[in-house]
């Protein structure tokens, strides 16, 4: 059963701090890694994607990626209370199952104003 | 452009009966998957349609659950005799293929309530 692992939170953090999202995989062959931000009650969104080892920046969002430790994370720079929700971290799965991404069941934010 | 629709948004139905939840992809998109999210869990994966190959149908909890995409287009997931575990958000997303670096994007979501 490959798992992937998140802390449920919440986090909270003061605006303008740095937000640390921390997921951990079981599948070692997994390749692509996928971060999904779900407001209350709507469905998920992806904000952010990452293949190689290493950081991966677009704005605000940082995506890290460490295959040997089979772990991902994303950071949030300069949180803004709109930035409050629940993110999912999705892993795709290895060999004939690589279209199907496994979820964790998310860590709650909470950015205070 | 438009993104992934679903209908109906909600519905409520009285344990036994049979629904029927509807899925439109992104347009072109050829990869289409099913995800069911229980109040406070994570997703659960239901069921896969690439093209015209074989839907992968390894997450379906319990034959009262099927799938149909017709084409790559339109889909339909059928709960028949429907019971109150059923009840959970049903999700649909799709993706331009169905390799491991397509991404999925989701539609809203039906949100299924069995009393």
Not at chain 2, 96 to 101: I, N, P, V
């Given at each position: 059963q490959k798992e992937v692992e998140q802390n449920s939170g919440p986090l909270s953090v003061p605006e303008g701090a740095i937000a640390s999202l921390n997921c951990t995989y079981s599948d070692r062959g997994s390749q692509s890694f996928f971060w999904y931000r779900q407001y209350s009650g709507k469905s998920p969104e992806l904000i952010m994607f990452i293949y190689s080892n290493g950081d991966k920046e677009d704005g605000r969002f940082t995506a890290q990626l460490n295959k040997a430790s089979q772990y991902v994370s994303l950071l949030i720079r300069d949180s803004q209370p709109s930035d409050s929700a629940t993110y999912l971290c999705a892993v795709k799965g290895s060999g004939g199952s690589n279209y199907k991404l496994t979820f964790g069941k998310g860590t709650l934010l909470t950015v205070n104003p | 452009g438009a993104g992934v629709s679903q209908s109906p948004s909600n519905k409520v139905t009285e344990k036994g009966k049979d629904v029927e939840l509807r899925c439109d992809p992104i347009s072109g998109h050829t990869a289409l998957y099913w995800y069911r999210q229980r109040l406070g869990q994570g997703l659960e994966f239901l069921i896969y349609f690439q093209g015209n190959s074989a839907p992968d149908k390894s997450g379906l909890p319990s034959d009262r659950f099927s799938a149909e995409r017709t084409g790559e287009s339109v889909s339909t997931l059928t709960i028949q005799r429907t019971q109150q575990e059923d009840s959970a958000v049903y999700l649909c997303a799709s993706s331009?293929?169905?390799?491991?670096?397509d991404e999925q994007y989701f539609g809203p979501g039906t949100r299924l309530t069995v009393t």
């Open positions: - | 331009l293929e169905a390799g491991e670096f």
